[in-house]
């Protein structure tokens, strides 16, 4: 949420002309440049290419894939669009400075502390603690079998030995529970996709586990109805390797990096919530900084 209102704006600017008047526009050959560079002059503020670097970096990853052409357009317009506009507000009054200020001091807090996180996110995590947390999660884990099959659910005994005739005399399974499960997956055709242990209530797990790839069960009663299943396939899932869940662990590792040096930070740092009598809900009075008129 932090680029949108940027966004937008950002997005007006590469799509339509600027309305600004602008006194001269230089071309010259290229030039030796650096952050400093002034790149445009709007009255007496000058903005240069730092600021275009500043904002190009935190632009939302699809706009950087714009044309270098396009995206110094668009940001050099949305700038000066954005000089014109400060140039109509006079911090006249106390407090019009002092919203400034805190949101200034805010926005400098959170890039300071953004920044910090992100050196602590490119360590990446330690290989033996990666190492360390697989073990921890799969080194005990087995290989688990998974089910894919179907159903056809109905209100009794009877109706399921109908179900069961209509299949054994060449019906389609898939189309007979189309027409006769009262099930939500009756529509599609029974399919119940892949499963493993402990998902299913325990009757219908229990037929699932007594069966062979292919067959179909005799009516199985839980509380849901009675059931005719078939079972279509039976698959062997092998433990995740180290390198199949490597970008997970390590998320999970940084996090617990980042947390760790944030708690330890609290520990040595001095840290006074003031006791005041305030109401909590004083947080949402922006008069507090509003301009007095």
């Excluded at 109509?88 to 949101?103: G, N």
């Amino acid at each position: 949420m932090r680029h949108m209102s940027f966004v937008l704006s950002l997005t007006a600017a590469f799509a339509f002309p600027a309305f600004a008047q602008e006194t001269a526009t230089t071309t010259e050959t290229m030039v030796e440049y650096d952050a400093s560079t002034v790149v445009a002059r709007v009255n007496e503020r000058e903005i240069t290419l730092g600021h275009m670097v500043a904002i190009m970096e935190r632009l939302p990853a699809q706009y950087q894939e714009l044309p270098d052409s396009q995206l110094y357009t668009g940001i050099l317009d949305q700038l000066i669009d954005q000089a014109l506009i400060a140039d109509t507000v006079s911090p006249s009054t106390e407090t019009d400075t002092k919203r400034v200020q805190l949101i200034l001091e805010n926005e400098r807090l959170a890039l300071v502390s953004r920044n910090a996180i992100d050196a602590v996110i490119a360590e990446g995590a330690d290989p033996a603690d990666l190492q360390a947390a697989y073990d921890e999660v799969y080194g005990s884990v087995e290989p688990q079998t998974e089910y894919n099959a179907s159903h056809i659910l109905v209100e009794t005994a009877e109706d399921a030995q109908e179900v069961i005739k209509m299949v054994n005399d060449g019906g389609d399974f898939a189309e007979v529970a189309k027409e006769k499960s009262t099930g939500p997956s009756g529509p599609n055709g029974g399919s119940l996709g892949w499963f493993g242990e402990g998902v299913m209530v325990p009757e219908f797990e229990a037929a699932v586990l007594g069966m062979e790839a292919g067959a179909i069960s005799e009516p199985v009663q839980t509380q849901f109805g009675w059931h005719v299943i078939k079972l279509v396939e039976v698959r062997d899932v092998p433990v995740p390797t180290l390198d199949d869940v490597r970008e997970e662990l390590s998320q999970s590792l940084i996090e617990k990096k980042v947390s760790g040096r944030i708690d330890a930070m609290r520990a040595a740092a001095t840290v006074e919530r003031v006791e005041i009598a305030i109401p909590e809900a004083a947080i949402r009075e922006g008069s507090l900084i509003d301009p007095v008129e």
